[in-house]
């Protein structure tokens, strides 16, 4: 009987202390934590100081509570321990310790330890370099946070490391897979890749309609890269699209784009699109030619 008044106690106590941490009442919930922790020992409660020890930034009190956690099994405070490792809060600065709680967590499901490993093997944090195993990692997050926005820049990076050879052999047909996982969630950087793939004919058959539906998703939500690739595609289009194609190569030339200054030269150079102007062509040739681009550079020396 004592030991069920207990329980039911531990849990009324808890259930405050979580209330008072949702509405960052760290202090007053710390006293509810403690009161759940005499009545019982368990590894969430422990989880939930360091948290707030942690919210109050002090670092050394929630790194005590996160190994007391984390050493009953706890995968998020393993994850939590290991990044206080990783950033030397609480704890001294030490990769390879980060590691070994990241990979206890990690082989328990936690996805935000899975996504971890895959960066310290990704960029060598307490482990030698090794992109084989960061793409297994990677692949092992996104699996579980499939349709989540967090994975966006994990299956951009898979994208570049199978595009590239970053590592792992190159595979532009799996570049492409990952492209489109967070290209169609609508991320301008992935869209900006996955129509680079359709222009060039990579992992893809050439597909120059596909290519500028996927830059003109980008380009509309403001990246520059993708907004001088539309310009592109009406620079080169027949028929060509003056008025369309210096349009977006001045969006993203305004952005500091050398290849769009270099083309927004070009167009006022030769009247293509806008108005000749050999005062305006010089200033975005100029602008270009700044920032090394040869092109820009041999052709004010035509004007």
């Excluded at 005499?38 to 929630?62: P, R, V």
């Excluded at 328990?108 to 307490?126: E, I, L, S």
């Excluded at 820049?153 to 492409?176: F, Q, W």
């Excluded at 270099?262 to 010089?282: I, N, Q, R």
Aim: glycine share 10%; charged share 25%.
């Amino acid at each position: 009987m004592e030991q069920m008044v207990t329980k039911v106690n531990a849990q009324e106590y808890m259930q405050k202390g979580i209330e008072l941490y949702d509405s960052s009442d760290y202090q007053t919930a710390i006293q509810y934590f403690k009161k759940a922790l005499d009545a019982s020992n368990n590894a969430e409660t422990m989880l939930y100081l360091g948290q707030c020890y942690h919210a109050m930034q002090d670092y050394k009190e929630a790194a005590k509570w996160y190994q007391q956690s984390a050493e009953q099994g706890n995968p998020l405070a393993q994850y939590r321990l290991g990044m206080c490792y990783l950033d030397g809060e609480g704890v001294p600065e030490d990769d390879k310790e980060a590691v070994k709680w990241f990979d206890l967590s990690a082989r328990q499901g936690k996805p935000v330890a899975q996504r971890m490993m895959g960066d310290c093997y990704y960029n060598g944090y307490g482990v030698a370099v090794d992109k084989k195993e960061a793409v297994s990692w990677y692949k092992l997050y996104v699996e579980q946070r499939e349709g989540k926005a967090a994975v966006a820049p994990i299956t951009i990076r898979l994208g570049m490391m199978y595009l590239e050879g970053d590592g792992i052999p190159k595979n532009a047909e799996e570049a492409v897979k990952w492209f489109r996982v967070s290209a169609k969630q609508g991320f301008s950087q992935a869209q900006y890749y996955l129509g680079c793939c359709y222009f060039h004919g990579n992992g893809v058959s050439k597909d120059k309609e596909e290519a500028e539906k996927w830059f003109r998703k980008s380009a509309e939500q403001g990246l520059a890269d993708a907004q001088f690739m539309m310009g592109l595609c009406y620079y080169t289009g027949l028929p060509w699209h003056g008025k369309e194609s210096a349009k977006w190569f001045k969006l993203a030339a305004e952005q500091g784009n050398a290849d769009a200054q270099l083309f927004m030269g070009m167009c006022y150079k030769d009247g293509f699109g806008v108005s000749e102007d050999k005062g305006e062509a010089e200033k975005w040739l100029k602008l270009s030619a700044k920032q090394g681009n040869h092109r820009a550079i041999e052709l004010l020396n035509d004007i």
